[in-house]
């Protein structure tokens, strides 16, 4: 089961780029990289996912080295409200379905 | 798309009572639908897989006769807390996934928090 290991917090002043990097050393070869967000008392948000390179969506930026042992989640210019919980998780299948386990995530503390 | 819903969103009952808990997939079908659990300031908790028509799979520590999975449709599956203790006052979360692949995003609901007295 890969494990994951992020920072526990970030503070980040608005309108910067936030990089939160993820580390999997013990991803397998089938196993996709998820980012997701949590606001307080909600459920977490999909926000990006990626084999290997790069990813880019209209939220965020996935980024991937070649040996996929880390990543980075990237949010250009964050603004107050990116304020969340964001978690990294790697794809286990277990039983012919996927099952994920989530780290500690990282708090970011977008700062006005 | 890819919406879920869960209800209720907060619920309180008096320790001993059972509750229920739906999860539904709204705009698509899920073949597989997760039960997760998080404490105050922690992280989500995996307790169960489930796919449809199937029996769930319980992590490891979760009692399956404590936790009820019913994933009687490709749109709803049910978490039942029986006998419910004031430990068990958490904040249940499910997801649902089309395919249950690796590969496949899971889609979470908004969660339901749950206080027993």
């Known amino acids: 089961l890969a494990k994951t290991t992020q920072p526990i917090s970030m503070d980040s002043y608005e309108g910067q780029e936030v990089n939160i990097t993820c580390s999997h050393n013990n991803i397998a070869t089938n196993d996709y990289i998820t980012w997701y967000q949590q606001f307080p008392s909600q459920g977490p948000r999909f926000i990006i996912q990626g084999y290997k390179t790069k990813v880019t969506n209209e939220v965020a930026s996935l980024f991937i080295p070649a040996d996929r042992k880390s990543s980075t989640l990237s949010l250009p210019r964050v603004s107050l409200s990116d304020t969340a919980v964001y978690y990294c998780?790697?794809?286990?299948?277990?039983?012919?379905?996927?099952?994920?386990?989530f780290g500690t995530g990282t708090k970011l503390q977008v700062i006005p | 798309g890819a919406v879920v819903s869960q209800h209720p969103s907060r619920v309180i009952c008096k320790s001993g009572t059972s509750v229920k808990i739906e999860c539904r997939s709204l705009d698509f079908q899920a073949t597989t639908m997760f039960w997760y659990r998080q404490f105050p300031k922690q992280s989500l908790m995996l307790m169960a897989t489930s796919n449809e028509g199937s029996k769930a799979t319980y992590e490891q520590g979760v009692e399956k006769d404590k936790f009820l999975i019913n994933h009687a449709s490709l749109t709803l599956s049910t978490l039942t807390v029986t006998s419910a203790h004031p430990e068990d006052s958490s904040f249940y979360i499910c997801?649902?996934?089309?395919?249950?692949?690796?590969?496949?995003?899971?889609?979470f609901g908004p969660g339901t928090r749950l206080l027993v007295l």
């Open positions: 997801s649902a996934s089309r395919s249950g692949l690796a590969r496949e995003t899971q889609y």
């Open positions: 998780l790697v794809g286990d299948r277990s039983g012919g379905y996927q099952k994920v386990t």
